[in-house]
């Protein structure tokens, strides 16, 4: 299934973004798609099969060397197929567009690098342990997506986006049980594998470490100024509360008006993201 789009309908306590204003001529999702796209042209025209200079760039989990921890990175801008390219490509494209306006463009390109390698490394460590399962070359964008999902989910768990299911039938699906479901079938698949001894050619494990990564940033990284506080002289996300003395019950459904959209262009980037996340993060937080 893929991700097709991201609707404006979600619960009431939920905040709204409206990206239209950034005034960034370039945004992060589109730098991280435009780069794959890219590679994968260059990589038809030079070397098609993974025979010469791009085949240093796979990640092999069977075969480590001392090109793995570039490996970790140039991984993720690599495809197998026109086909693969597509499917990660939609998927950048509707949830990174839906995901940017929140966390801001240094923080989701540095998502998307982080939930990569943390992905790369599941699946490196199921190789180790079942090896004619899970070992083998791997590319892909999967597990920067994952990642991107997780932290969507678990940022508007309610707001409610389209799946095109076997690319024909749309389904509208709210986002924490995209998450849970995500979840399940990687796990399904990892176990199954396990138990039959062989896998598919599909990186479940990498997906799964996207994806937990994502839940992971939402709950111990964002509040704490998100990865960009791990690197000198970059800015760093801020949350505002609104009204620190309501606490938890701020987001309680009862508590809440309608919320007003607000324009990135009112407020700096990191203030309005924080402002408006903050409450959010509360709740996760306490309650999970």
Known sequence: STMLDDRPYMRPEEPRFRASSMQQPWTGWAILLTINVVVLILQLLVDPNYEDVFSLAVLNTAELSW???IQLITYQFLHGSVLHLLMNGIG???VGRALEPAIGRR???GLYLVSGV????FQLGFAVLFPSQFAGPMVGASAGLFGFIGVLARLFPHREMYLLLFFV?????????IFWGGLAYALINILSAI?????????HAAHLGGLLFGAFYVAKLLRN???????????RIRFVS???????GATRRRNWRKPRVVDAAEVAEGDFMSREVDPILDKISKQG
């Open 242 to 248: 609104n009204d620190p003395a309501k606490g938890l």
């Open 67 to 69: 090109l793995t921890p």
């Open 195 to 203: 138990q039959t001894g062989a896998g598919d050619q599909i990186a």
């Open 107 to 109: 923080e989701i390109i």
């Open 118 to 121: 943390v992905g790369a490394l």
């Open 225 to 235: 100024g998100g990865l960009m506080r791990f690197l000198p002289g970059m800015p």
């Open 92 to 94: 950048l494209f509707f």
């Open 169 to 177: 039938l749309p389904i509208r699906m709210k986002l924490h049980w």
